[in-house]
């Protein structure tokens, strides 16, 4: 990877535009990733910010439309899987949202959900190292969050979440 990327995670917006709007102006991210609970409100932000890829996946409240509920993808070298974390009962334990991560051979894990924001670095240092993410909810609460991470060269990862 030769340039810095910078992607910016949101979850559980819940109609609450104005905070993602705000950041994604501060920021200026390369890409925008929503983790569900509005799957609308990313489409809203990628037609407001037309030039930004923006990846979706469906929360437990975005109904039955075409958004998957999860999806893998690789940028920058990493490999990323995301999902809202309510088919995986994070609410109780990440146990199985980590299984899966690990079944598709992810480097990050990204999902929403609790509201709560969360990082861990798993196995750090090790060649089975897992980023784990939730940006909590950038839509609920007095402090509203997002995550950011950022890609740099030399394998690099600076990943955390911060209040809008």
Not at 115 to 135: F, K, Q, R
């Amino acid at each position: 990877m030769g340039a810095e990327m910078k992607i910016i995670v949101f979850s559980d917006s819940h109609r609450e535009l104005d905070g993602m709007r705000k950041v994604v102006r501060r920021e200026k991210p390369d890409y925008v990733f929503h983790l569900g609970d509005h799957d609308s409100d990313a489409e809203q932000i990628s037609r407001e910010f037309q030039l930004l890829p923006v990846a979706m996946v469906r929360g437990n409240c975005d109904g039955w439309g075409d958004t998957p509920l999860s999806l893998t993808l690789t940028l920058g070298g990493k490999r990323f899987f995301l999902c809202h974390g309510h088919t995986y009962g994070v609410k109780s334990g990440l146990l199985r949202v980590i299984y899966a991560a690990r079944e598709q051979n992810a480097d990050i894990l990204l999902f929403g959900h609790t509201h709560e924001a969360y990082y861990e670095c798993l196995n750090e240092g090790t060649d089975s190292e897992l980023y784990v993410l939730n940006p909590g909810s950038c839509g609920y609460g007095r402090k509203p969050t997002y995550g950011r991470i950022v890609l740099e060269p030399g394998n690099r990862i600076e990943i955390g979440y911060h209040t809008i």
